[in-house]
């Protein structure tokens, strides 16, 4: 591998298993999506979507199996009214959650950004590259989804990320990536580009504190692993 001009892989698995929106959607007064046979969890969500997705919510959970990260995945590809405002609430969780992560170090703070790297790539049928963009006080100046890849693997430019960083003068940065099969075991790809990465930020001071990989509604941290 040479890091000054060839991609590196992050690869995962397969794809989040998503239903086209002619086969998936029962007619919304269907007998399979009666609300009797609801979980009290499962009737809290039908409750939320309401607003969205109004009379058509009960039907689209159901044919998404009961998973809002199905549900999401069939939200970004479908054209229906409501799933544009559902996807506008994701957006509106995330920035909400940005907002913690301005006001305090990232860096100490793992949970609010595994939080806030599962809403981003929640439903995400590719794997895609982002990054957290850090001041010398380890709090949030950027976020940027870099680069996009297929279903099971993203290409990685380093130079790329050697100039995003300059450009937000950046002390260091949280890697991430998702997973769209759902597992968050790091491949020895990941591991590579994470070193090769690095490496590359090392030489304009910018340190490299984590690698996130996501999966659905899961986490791995590479740094707590020890293998950064």
């Known amino acids: 591998m040479n890091a000054s001009s060839t991609p590196f892989g992050c690869s995962g698995s397969a794809a989040c298993g998503l ?9 919304s007064g269907s007998s399979s999506a009666s609300a009797s046979g609801f979980t009290a969890r499962e009737r809290s969500v039908l409750e939320a979507l309401r607003p969205f997705l109004g009379a058509d919510a009960e039907a689209l959970y159901t044919a998404q199996g009961r998973s809002l990260h199905r549900l999401v995945c069939f939200a970004r590809d479908s054209s229906l009214p409501g799933c544009a405002q559902l996807l506008c609430g994701l957006r509106l969780a995330r920035e909400l959650l940005a907002e913690e992560l301005r ?11 595994s939080d806030y790297l599962k809403l981003h790539f929640a439903g995400q049928a ?31 430019y380093p130079r790329e990320l050697v100039k995003r960083a300059l450009h937000h ?24 580009v994470t070193q090769a990465l690095k490496s590359a930020l090392a030489l304009i001071d910018v ?22």
């Open 19 to 27: 239903s086209s929106p002619s086969s998936s959607v029962p007619a």
């Open 103 to 113: 006001a305090r170090e990232s860096f100490h703070s793992l949970r609010a950004v």
């Open 126 to 156: 590719h794997e895609s590259f982002a990054v957290l963009f850090l001041d010398a006080r380890h709090t949030l100046l950027a976020f940027e989804d870099l680069f996009r890849g297929t279903l099971t693997q993203t290409e990685v």
């Open 169 to 192: 003068n950046a002390s260091a940065l949280i890697l991430a990536h998702n997973h769209p099969s759902g597992a968050v075991e790091p491949s020895p790809e990941d591991l590579a």
């Open 207 to 228: 340190r490299v504190l984590d690698h996130i990989v996501v999966g659905a509604n899961r986490v791995t941290s590479i740094a707590e692993r020890g293998l950064l």
